[in-house]
Nanobody, 124 residues
Framework: QVQLVESGGGLVQPGGSLRLSCAAS????????MSWFRQAPGKEREFVAA????????FYADSVRGRFAISRDNAQNTVYLQLNSLKPEDTAVYYC?????????????????WGQGTQVTVSS
């Protein structure tokens, strides 16, 4: 089992930045990848970014590539998502997710462990 706790959300103006954190506990040594998803009101949850827990390889959705950056601190069992050049359409609840084996990074049902989410609102 893995427990995930997100933090760092808030209200930011268009063009601004935020850094989200996801602290993991439990069987973190079994984790293969850590990912971020987001869900806007009335929309399905969508993949944002992922990072390989051991190798550090990163993957991004086209909508955020070049603006967001995912990173990890293995010693702290924490993954970060730096959000830059934020747009109103980035407004959503952002979730951290993980599992011991993930075949399809962008698929919600491939992840067993989820955090509670943190709200990001981009508005002037």
């Amino acid at each position: 089992q893995v427990q995930l706790v997100e933090s760092g959300g808030g209200l930011v103006q268009p063009g601004g930045s935020l850094r989200l954190s996801c602290a993991a506990s439990g069987d973190t040594f079994k984790v293969s990848v850590m990912s971020w998803f987001r869900q806007a009101p009335g929309k399905e949850r969508e993949f944002v970014a992922a990072i390989q827990w051991s190798g550090g390889g990163t993957f991004y959705a086209d909508s955020v590539r070049g603006r967001f950056a995912i990173s990890r601190d293995n010693a702290q069992n924490t993954v970060y998502l730096q959000l830059n050049s934020l747009k109103p359409e980035d407004t959503a609840v952002y979730y951290c997710a993980t599992d011991f084996r993930v075949t399809r990074l962008v698929t919600v049902t491939d992840y067993a462990f989820w955090g509670q989410g943190t709200q990001v609102t981009v508005s002037s």
